[in-house]
């Protein structure tokens, strides 16, 4: 069965610092990606997705993230954090055998920004 | 655009009560819609997939007696927890697919809180 692994429950970084949430896959055959936020007590926003095309998607608040076959993986970066950056972030994939269909969601990492 | 909404974002109920969630989108038609739950601190898990004009599907090991979903219509899609008892607290989502923005996508409601007392 398709898997999704984010390093790190929790990652802190001061507020100016580099952001990486990291995401790995388990397929032989690329899924769509995606990376969500959700902030308290709150439904899923769409930060960006990957499907076909360029391996470097750019997404809303600054965001982006890279497409790496060879390592199976769609670490999530942000070149400055700002404190309304504070959430958790879902890495998700959307599997061949679904017909690219559903979604399953990795355990989330927790982003903590410091002043 | 896009937009999902939920009702109600928190409930309260006594256990052996029924409660029921609604799920809509506001500004496209789906004929596919989702449900997840949440449990604290932890990701979603797909519950089962509502099509509409027929019966949704459900993923491995959710009881689909206890968890009643209809999809009425084009925009509204409702998920009834029956019996509900404390373990059923959790945060429901709904997500809906929007055809014209590709079928990949998935666009979440803000989540219901259920509480069973």
């Known amino acids: 069965a398709q898997s999704v692994t984010q390093l790190g429950s929790h990652v802190s970084v001061s507020e100016g610092a580099l952001v990486l949430l990291r995401c790995n896959y388990s397929?032989?055959?690329?899924?769509?990606l995606f990376w969500y936020v959700q902030y308290p007590n709150q439904g899923l926003q769409l930060l960006l997705k990957y499907t076909t095309g360029a391996t470097l998607v750019k997404g809303i608040n600054g965001f982006e993230a890279e497409f790496k076959k060879s390592e199976t993986s769609f670490h999530l970066t942000k070149p400055s954090a700002h404190m309304s950056d504070a959430a958790e972030y879902f890495c998700?994939?959307?599997?061949?055998?679904?017909?690219?269909?559903?979604?399953?969601f990795g355990t989330g990492t927790r982003l903590l920004v410091s002043p | 655009g896009a937009v999902v909404s939920q009702h109600p974002s928190w409930v309260i109920c006594k256990s052996g009560t029924s409660v029921k969630i609604e799920c809509r989108s506001l500004?496209?038609?789906?004929?596919?819609m989702f449900w997840y739950r949440q449990f604290p601190k932890q990701s979603l898990m797909l519950m089962a997939t509502s099509n509409e004009g027929s019966k949704a599907t459900y993923e491995q090991g959710v009881e689909k007696d206890k968890f009643l979903i209809n999809h009425a219509s084009l925009t509204l899609s409702t998920l009834t927890v029956t019996s509900a008892h404390p373990e059923d607290s959790s945060f429901y989502i709904c997500?809906?697919?929007?055809?014209?923005?590709?079928?990949?996508?998935?666009?979440f409601g803000p989540g219901t809180r259920l509480t069973v007392l």
């Open positions: 998700a994939v959307s599997p061949i055998n679904t017909g690219f269909q559903k979604l399953v």
């Open positions: 997500s809906a697919r929007d055809p014209s923005g590709g079928s990949d996508t998935q666009y």
């Open positions: 397929s032989s055959v690329p899924p769509y």
């Open positions: 500004d496209f038609q789906a004929t596919t």
